[in-house]
Structures are given as structure tokens and as C-alpha cells.
């Protein structure tokens, strides 16, 4: 008995450009996670990379669950306030 799904060249133009365009926002939502979250775990990149990898669905948990540390996280440098008082 043969395979089940026979391989055949089945996608058409238009899904081989829509499928591209996924890969390409994917991959940048993963570069800007990777560059800007220098700081967060690497198994919570890791994790939000692999689900970034899941067009449209990725997309929204990443949207909507991903927590990146708040700008509060990082200490101050200059000694000053928040508040930019001396």
C-alpha cells in the first residue's frame, strides 16, 4: 500500500507569497525579541521563538502573552530620579 499523502506540488503562487511574508514578519518579531531582550531568560526567548515559528496564531499569543522586563526593571545609571530631578 502506498503513502497515505502523496507529495505533489499543490501550493499555488499566491501561497507561496503569503506563506514568505509570514517567515518574514516571523523572523523579525524573533530579531526584534533577540536584540531588544538582552536581558530575559534565554529558555523564554527560545520558547517565544518557537511559537513566533506559528503564523497568525503565534503572532497573537506572542501579542498578547509575552511580557518583556518593564523599563522599571532596569536600574538607573545616572543617579538621578525617575522623575529627572538631581
Do not use: H
Request: proline share 7%.
Amino acid at each position: 500500500m502506498g503513502p497515505m499523502f502523496a507529495p505533489t506540488n499543490s501550493i499555488t503562487p499566491s501561497e507561496k507569497i503569503i506563506l514568505w511574508i509570514c517567515l518574514y514578519v516571523s523572523t523579525c518579531l524573533i530579531l526584534r525579541m533577540w536584540l531588544r531582550g538582552k536581558r530575559e531568560r534565554f529558555s523564554k526567548k527560545l520558547f517565544w521563538s518557537l511559537v513566533l515559528l506559528i503564523p497568525f496564531i503565534g503572532w497573537i499569543f506572542y501579542g498578547a502573552f509575552y511580557q518583556p522586563l518593564s523599563s522599571g526593571d532596569v536600574p538607573l545609571t545616572s543617579g538621578t530620579d525617575a522623575t529627572g530631578g538631581s
